[in-house]
């Protein structure tokens, strides 16, 4: 029985590591930086935005802290970078380096935002909402008096290296079409920009990111609503209902040309689709995924649910066994587990790392949906086995 | 045996591996992976918070997940009252759930801070009946940082004209860990068996999905017989590997330790300075046959395949021999491997060594100012051997402004797609195709013959038009990109 959680550690790089210009400086043992990369290149080999303290023997004994002031000249010596997410991991804190007497030396010089980011306080979920809300140390209470052209919103929630993130993110924006502008916001975003989440009219939290939404709301009066992920027609729905009960804007154009769209695409699919009705459906995702998948599922494509789960509990194959589910919804870790029964595995969510993705790949929208429902029947397909008789 | 090995190489390649390593190294829990994943009904368990569980199981060098991979998932409460309550009630859980055969206990960066007694815990677990034990931990978190400039002064020192096997020790291996496990917890004193070996078969690239079985049955022809594959054999076959008369292994302290242990001797065949190209093979079987006392006549019958295998390729040797290339090599570790192979084994008509090293070069492989000009004395008295020019280059104009230069047909020994635009057409290396068989040397030939016929420059090429920085190694030119890659090297070569 295992889980598929990671630690805190990961979710702070999974909240940050997209950040443009600003570079990610874990305090922490050479594992922590080559396994947060590892997971990070099959979706982004081209911005490797991380660093690593190295901390060894040395470190442990005598302090990490000149190995920080190592790091913190290189930067300073061999680029203009001034923003650094000092991501502090179990060593760190086991030992408890004074990260903030480091800041005060170099706060004239550099921005080091510290995460305190031990693997034993926390799973993922927390470590991205933590470290979401460091990055409040950017919104100045003026910010939010200032005036900003037409309605604009804010979008929290995706990782830097979930899969399809940057489609999906590219989707968030298609939907909201001309009448609101999606405030470009973590991972996906630079420094600059974090400042002008301060000067939005809403903000959206696709499961995780509501501690820095709170704060938003607390400081800036910008309220929040806390969405599922937006899979299909309902999760495009769901978003449009949000936008015109808080903004006041009209999608019901939107809302027919999807459902046209998804009617004459869908339709290439629909003698396959019937195979979908009423078929049992597992899902172990995390939190934010979880409940917009079985919304998609059930409601769009008749599905039914019999084991959903999140990340940080553990699924046994007893359980998927007795589940009597016929496809499996879930990460790159859970294949064995699906190819030791023959289960069709639909890859969702972190880590995906048998796969590759596009900056245009999605998994939301119309064509997001219409990939999705691709993806349930060509892993389906992929797995007919002739076995007929054999079987008996 | 069909083309099998070939696909399976090919799925392999597919992995950015190169790329992690430009600006990583994983931690020694890895290579403790490395071993467990490639046994039989064994599970490791990381005693450790359980991001180390999240990320090791990616296992990203075996190119396919180790799944069964568990953690203690130490919280707060364990680090600061101790886990060992929480890990061994997570191994009787295991052991009730799936009754594996052995249950490995791997230290984490964590647990090694917090001096865990995991010794202690193995041993209580064995007198219940479950089959756990430590992997000691001989360095905390990641091999020694030294390991690549010891390596380097030791390759410095080594004569041009001889094939020796450079030795460097080093602590902090995780394979290495776990395979002492093996030695200590698992195997036993036993009987010998006279001409047997056992073969280590971790980490291996290209050449063990197709040369391994020609290898075993070579050697089976002289009645040289396989005692067992470690770490890959069940357990009651590992139990047995101490009657082997030698071990044939890619790392050789966990060997060592067994020598120790057992009296086993052992043949290091990944040394590079020694086993490469055709020579390397007739070495390794030479060695093979004086570790086992094989008589003259084994010898002698040595001999006469080798003829009859080079027979084979005569036509293709001598196409080779009338193609003319110059050998680009960007790393100094392989350049003479590189020279014995394209000017002596495959006998090609060889004008110039560009031995290319960038200033990043200089950092990534420790070439440090005391080394170097041995370094590159080594790799010129080989050069001469064959009559084949060094040029040490630092820039591409040293390299385009040798008027020699479109003297030849091809560049041979690089992958880097990006030399086409110097203006001759690449040949990929097959240095590490040439390897513990002689059909590998066989078929490295046909390759590159195959190769060398269909040679030319691919004008549209995507790889060539991605943007990638100029004939360092190819990474995209984002400054942050750049910038995280100088901080690697200036943190880990410092």
């Not at chain 1, 079985?294 to 789960?309: D, Q, S, T, Y």
């Not at chain 2, 002289?222 to 067992?228: E, P, R, S, V, Y």
Request: aromatic content about 10%; charged content about 25%.
């Amino acid at each position: 029985m295992r889980k598929t959680d990671g630690c805190k550690l990961f979710g702070a790089y999974q909240a940050l590591a997209g950040i443009k210009d600003c570079i990610i400086l874990f305090h922490s043992v050479v594992g922590c930086h080559f396994g947060t990369l590892g997971l990070h290149l099959n979706h982004c080999p081209v911005e490797i935005h991380q660093a690593s303290t190295l901390m060894g023997n040395k470190e442990v004994i005598f302090g990490g802290a000149e190995a920080i002031r190592q790091a913190l000249e290189t930067v300073l010596r061999e680029s203009k970078i001034r923003t650094i997410c000092l991501i502090s991991g179990c060593i760190s804190e086991l030992i408890e380096d004074d990260l903030d007497a480091i800041c005060r030396e170099y706060e004239e010089r550099l921005r080091l935002i510290v995460i305190h980011a031990p693997g034993f306080e926390g799973g993922i979920t927390e470590g991205y909402e933590d470290a979401l809300l460091s990055l409040s140390c950017f919104l100045e209470p003026k910010l939010g008096t200032q005036k900003w052209d037409g309605r604009r919103i804010n979008v929290f929630g995706l990782g830097t290296d979930d899969y399809c993130a940057r489609g999906d993110w590219k989707q968030i924006q298609n939907l909201l079409g001309e009448q609101v502008i999606l405030n470009p916001c973590p991972p996906f975003c630079s420094v600059e920009d974090v400042k002008g989440l301060a000067q939005a009219d809403l903000t959206l939290v696709f499961g995780r990111g509501k501690k820095l939404a709170e704060y938003l709301q607390k400081n800036f009066g910008i309220l929040y609503e806390v969405l599922p992920y937006p899979y299909g027609f309902s999760g495009m729905k769901e978003l449009w209902k949000i936008l015109e009960q808080y903004l006041e804007c009209d999608y019901s154009g939107a809302r027919q040309e999807a459902e046209a769209a998804l009617k004459r695409e869908l339709l290439m699919f629909y003698p396959y689709m019937e195979s979908l009705y009423y078929s049992n459906f597992a899902v172990y995702a995390e939190d934010g995924r979880l409940n917009g998948l079985i919304r998609f599922l059930e409601e769009e494509l008749g599905m039914r649910k019999v084991l959903a789960k999140p990340l940080h509990e553990p699924l046994s194959m007893q359980e998927l066994d007795a589940s009597k589910a016929v496809i499996l919804f879930a990460t790159s870790y859970e294949r064995k587990m699906a190819r030791s029964r023959d289960l069709p595995l639909i890859r969702v969510g972190y880590p995906v790392l048998d796969r590759v993705c596009s900056s245009t790949d999605t998994m939301i929208g119309v064509g997001g949906t219409v990939t999705l429902v691709k993806e349930i029947i060509n892993q389906t397909l992929e797995l007919w086995s002739g076995k007929d008789g054999a079987l008996l | 045996m069909g083309n099998e090995r070939e696909i399976e190489n090919f799925k392999r390649s597919m992995y950015p591996w190169e790329i992690l390593h430009k600006f990583g190294l994983n931690g020694k829990i890895g290579g403790s992976i490395t071993v467990v994943g490639e046994m039989h009904h064994a599970i490791a368990v990381i005693h450790g918070p359980k991001g180390c569980c999240f990320f090791y199981r990616l296992s990203a060098h075996r190119r396919y997940p180790y799944y069964d991979l568990e953690s203690s998932d130490m919280e707060r409460e364990e680090v600061l009252f101790g886990g060992a309550a929480q890990l061994e009630n997570r191994i009787r859980e295991i052991y009730m759930a799936e009754k594996p055969e052995l249950i490995f206990i791997i230290h984490s960066p964590v647990s090694d801070v917090l001096h865990e007694d995991i010794e202690g815990v193995a041993l209580r677990l064995k007198r219940e009946g479950i089959p756990a034990v430590d992997v000691k931990s001989g360095c905390f978190s990641h091999r020694e940082k030294d390991f690549g400039s010891r390596r380097m002064a030791e390759l410095a020192e080594s004569p041009a004209e001889k094939r020796e096997n450079v030795v460097v020790d080093f602590k902090g291996c995780g394979l290495t860990e776990a395979m002492n496990t093996l030695v200590d917890e698992v195997m036993v004193s036993c009987p010998r068996k006279s001409k047997t070996f056992n073969l280590e078969v971790l980490l291996m690239k290209g050449e063990v999905y197709q040369a391994l079985p020609e290898m075993l049955a070579f050697l089976k022809k002289f009645g040289i017989q396989l005692n067992c594959m470690i770490p890959n054999d069940p357990l009651e076959k590992l139990r047995e590997a101490p009657a082997a008369d030698l071990n044939i292994v890619s790392r050789m302290n966990w060997a060592n330790h067994m020598k120790d242990c057992f009296g086993t001797d052992y043949l290091h065949y990944r040394s590079a300075n020694r086993y490469y190209g055709w020579k390397g093979v007739c070495l390794l079987y030479r060695d093979i046959f004086q570790k086992m006392h094989m008589d003259e006549s084994a010898f002698a019958k040595l001999d006469k395949m080798e003829n009859e295998y080079l027979d084979q390729i005569a036509e293709e040797r001598a196409f080779l021999s009338q193609c003319r290339v110059h050998i680009m090599c960007r790393d100094v570790k392989t350049a003479v491997q590189a020279i014995h192979l394209y000017a002596g084994d495959f006998q090609m008509n060889v004008g110039r060594l560009y031995l290319f090293l960038t200033e990043e070069d200089y950092i990534e492989q420790e070439i440090a100012s005391d080394v170097e000009t041995k370094i590159f004395e080594r790799i010129r008295k080989t050069a001469e051997i064959y009559g084949v020019q060094m040029k040490l280059c630092r820039t591409l104009d040293d390299i385009t402004d040798d008027p020699d230069f479109m003297t030849a047909e091809v560049l041979v020994n690089t992958n880097d797609f990006r030399f086409e635009r110097l203006g001759l057409p690449v040949i990929p290396s097959v240095l590490l195709d040439v390897s513990m068989s002689y059909e590998s040397f066989l078929r490295a030939a046909r390759k590159l013959v195959d190769w060398m016929k269909g040679k030319r420059l691919h004008n549209m090429l995507w790889l060539n038009k991605l943007g990638t920085k100029e004939f360092e190694y190819p990474l995209y030119q984002d400054e942050m990109t750049l910038l995280s890659r100088k901080l690697w090297n200036e943190m880990w070569y410092e």
